[in-house]
């Protein structure tokens, strides 16, 4: 029952910036954690920023300085801001959520991803 649906990807030149979207929707009692992962080719998966339900957060080496992770929470949904974009940034970027649903307990969702491309 629970989806998070992710959008704000797509192409852009080095120096740009992007904007992603994730919104979770279904039957849930809590929002716990949230980040953003990102798979390049040949690459493992690798945490880009993280957000507790405080507001706390955390940043990859990598992108400290150019991204940046927010959420609101009355809409469910955590964003991404990425400006100075360069092209190891591409990569496939997911949504992931650590969320409770009532009866079950936590579990761990996760967005179909969306296709960010840094190039000329």
């Known amino acids: 029952q629970v989806q998070l649906v992710e959008s704000g990807g797509g192409l852009v030149q080095p120096g740009g910036s992007l904007r992603l979207s994730c919104a979770a929707s279904g039957n849930m009692f809590r929002i716990y954690d949230m980040g953003w992962y990102r798979q390049a080719p040949g690459k493992q998966r690798e945490l880009v920023a993280g957000i507790t339900s405080g507001g706390s957060t955390n940043y990859a080496d990598s992108v400290k300085g150019r991204f940046t992770i927010s959420r609101d929470n009355a809409k469910n949904t955590v964003y991404l801001q990425m400006n100075s974009l360069k092209p190891e940034d591409t990569a496939v970027y997911y949504c992931?959520?650590?969320?409770?649903?009532?009866?079950?307990?936590?579990?761990?969702?996760w967005g179909q991803g969306t296709q960010v491309t840094v190039s000329s």
């Open positions: 992931n959520a650590d969320i409770s649903r009532p009866g079950i307990g936590v579990m761990h969702y």
